[in-house]
């Protein structure tokens, strides 16, 4: 059986000047602009009270985001709000100022005209940006990684985005996408991957996806719980990490909650930096092989990865059985408990801390982190069935027990 590897964050501290952009401020005015759209709601926080006995820990939430503007997944905040900054940067405005109504009337056709935005993703960001392109009236050319699923493809289709699948993994469909962008008038990359010389976008839908945070810290208090003492979050290009890590940070910069990163161990770059533990960036490569679809990125976001590696306490590197039991758990829970349909990347954090709680193997990594019964324990499920074939092979099927 492939073993859960973890490595507790020793590396040397930085200016921590990124943590600034996930500064309370920011994050409001991206939940404000997402508030403006007819389609928002505020998605499920599921208390797991019965979870939570059963498994030895004070209190279990999981921020359910399979009902996020229904369309099954979290990405769409960052890409509709790094939309919404780059048209208002453009017209020289801040973005409090175009909301879901400016943005599709007819003002800003004259003022703005129509730009082409270009992404790669594995299927939920790329939905995401084809989606918000779609209501916004621009344009959206996704590229996706091979073994890309045909469920996700068609999903991304129907929102009148230009889509294919390319023979080159996640992080190559980057640089293809990026490129296109470059040589097409009106062209914009909007990939939460940051490298030297593209930060702005990834920044802004870093601040989109803090909506999702800022909902489940306000959701927690209305349950009586004022500060969750762990947080469990996945990581791919480490984005919706250093997103989540940045604006829980900035909220409780007094007593900041333990942070546990985790990852797919097929494509683990931020472990790897964190286990080398001098702070450099460390690069996975190859096919990235994974049930975790959307976690399959060998190369951190290095914005992400400044916040992450000046606050986060661990960095986890999870075998896909560790997903796929959490899948299995949060589809059949405890009696009482509600049910979370959630996906292979979104329910990585629900199997390791089951693993963390039942098996004496990781007592180490448990007591490492300081789980126990006055643990009140957040995770983030950010997907729900986006591959329904898969996830009823795991779920009903048994896939990928631990082996």
């Not at 943590?19 to 403006?36: C, I, P, Q, Y």
């Not at 810290?217 to 989540?244: C, M, N, W, Y």
């Amino acid at each position: 059986m492939k073993k859960i590897q973890w490595a507790k964050n020793n590396m040397p501290k930085t200016a921590d000047k990124q943590l600034a952009v996930m500064s309370l401020e920011n994050v409001g005015k991206a939940r404000k602009f997402h508030e403006s759209f007819p389609q928002y709601s505020v998605t499920p926080l599921a208390q797991l009270k019965g979870m939570a006995e059963h498994l030895g820990l004070g209190s279990l939430f999981v921020k359910d985001e399979s009902y996020r503007f229904g369309l099954n997944a979290f990405k769409v905040l960052g890409g509709s709000f790094a939309m919404a900054r780059y048209i208002a940067g453009q017209l020289g405005k801040d973005v409090s100022e175009v909301d879901y109504n400016y943005l599709t009337g007819d003002k800003l056709k004259e003022e703005f005209g129509q730009a082409t935005f270009f992404t790669a993703t594995d299927g939920n960001h790329g939905r995401g940006v084809a989606w918000a392109a779609n209501r916004l009236g621009q344009k959206a050319v996704v590229l996706m990684p091979k073994g890309s699923v045909q469920s996700r493809f068609n999903n991304i289709a129907k929102e009148g985005a230009q889509v294919s699948i390319e023979e080159v993994n996640y992080d190559e469909c980057v640089r293809r996408a990026n490129a296109m962008a470059e040589k097409t008038e009106h062209g914009v990359m909007v990939q939460d991957t940051a490298w030297e010389g593209y930060e702005d976008i990834p920044a802004w839908i870093m601040q989109g996806y803090g909506t999702m945070a800022s909902e489940a810290a306000q959701q927690l208090k209305e349950a009586g719980v004022d500060r969750p003492t762990h947080i469990f979050i996945q990581a791919g290009v480490g984005s919706l990490a250093g997103a989540v890590q940045g604006y829980f940070a900035n909220l409780f910069h007094d007593c900041e909650p333990t942070v546990v990163v985790m990852e797919a161990q097929a494509a683990d770059c931020l472990y790897q930096g964190a286990k080398a533990g001098d702070g450099d960036i460390r690069i996975v490569d190859g096919d990235l092989s994974t049930i975790m679809a959307g976690l399959a990125c060998g190369e951190p976001n290095i914005i992400s990865w400044d916040i992450l590696k000046n606050h986060s306490a661990f960095f986890v590197s999870c075998p896909d059985w560790v997903s796929a039991k959490g899948m299995r758990m949060l589809g059949a829970p405890v009696k009482g408990d509600p049910q979370v349909i959630s996906g292979e990347s979104g329910a990585v954090g629900m199997g390791l801390i089951a693993t963390l709680m039942t098996e004496p193997e990781y007592a180490e990594l448990k007591e490492a982190i300081g789980l126990d019964e006055n643990s009140r324990v957040l995770m983030f499920s950010t997907e729900g069935d986006t591959d329904p074939e898969n996830y009823r092979k795991i779920v009903w099927g048994g896939a990928y027990q631990e082996i």
